[in-house]
């Protein structure tokens, strides 16, 4: 079956501006992670749904950053006042949803702020 | 959080010689233990997980890993690498059944020669 698909997969944008990063989970997949990844690092946790709420923003950098999933399924996340260090591949994963499930990640969104 | 280190970021190694990614935690306790594998130009796949009971996983492509609960740690192994092994390595963890978001290591380069 299809798998996590995200949209852009590339953005570039110019300091300041607002950007969305749109990601659609596999069917049937009640939770939803955002991940950041810089260069020559892992990914780093962002926030995380089930269903429709949040259940897990620790991971927002600050309040530029905020993402929404208002039917439980697809999920944005939005970048208010882009600056040069939100660069990096913005990835978005899927699961089941209980503890130890397996998440099937998305081929990532890479944002360049300039 | 969990804090996960991969002792190598580079590793190098001919074709049909055996490899050892290794990838230690900090302590927790309980927790849940993944690789997973991103091939160039590819997404994150997952190699292997650890959710419980025996020690020794047996994941895809000839991956297994041992978790050692004493020295906290997670390595990977294949007897005999292929070409087709040249990827990006994570080591991930999550702190057991509370927790669902994975932490990540810095990544372990592997390079297959012929």
């Known amino acids: 079956g299809a798998g996590v698909s995200q949209t852009p997969s590339n953005k570039v944008t110019e300091k300041g501006k607002y950007v969305e990063l749109r990601c659609d989970p596999i069917?049937?997949?009640?939770?939803l992670y955002w991940y950041r990844q810089s260069l020559g690092q892992g990914p780093e946790f962002l926030i995380y749904?089930?269903?429709?709420?949040?259940?897990?923003d620790s991971g927002l950098p600050n309040d530029r950053f905020f993402a929404v999933r208002p039917e439980g399924s697809v999920s944005t996340l939005k970048i208010q006042r882009t600056e040069r260090g939100d660069s990096a591949v913005y990835l978005c994963?899927?699961?089941?949803?209980?503890?130890?499930?397996?998440?099937?990640f998305g081929p990532g969104t890479r944002l360049l702020v300039l | 959080a969990q804090s996960v280190t991969q002792l190598d970021s580079q590793v190098p190694v001919f074709e049909e010689a055996p490899v050892e990614l290794r990838c230690n935690y900090s302590?927790?306790?309980?927790?849940?233990l993944f690789w997973y594998v991103q091939y160039p130009n590819q997404g994150l796949q997952l190699l292997l997980k650890?959710?419980?009971?025996?020690?020794l996983v047996k994941g895809i492509n000839g991956f297994e890993a041992e978790f050692n609960k004493s020295q906290t740690s997670f390595h990977v192994r294949k007897p005999s690498v292929h070409i087709s092994d040249t990827a990006e390595y994570f080591c991930?963890?999550?702190?057991?059944?509370?927790?669902?978001?994975?932490?990540f290591g810095a990544g372990t380069t592997v390079t297959v020669r012929a």
């Open positions: 991930a963890v999550t702190s057991g059944s509370n927790d669902y978001k994975l932490s």
């Open positions: 994963a899927s699961s089941l949803g209980g503890a130890g499930e397996t998440q099937y």
């Open positions: 650890y959710l419980s009971g025996s020690t």
């Open positions: 302590s927790s306790v309980s927790v849940y």
């Open positions: 749904f089930q269903g429709t709420g949040a259940a897990d």
């Open positions: 069917s049937g997949h009640t939770a």
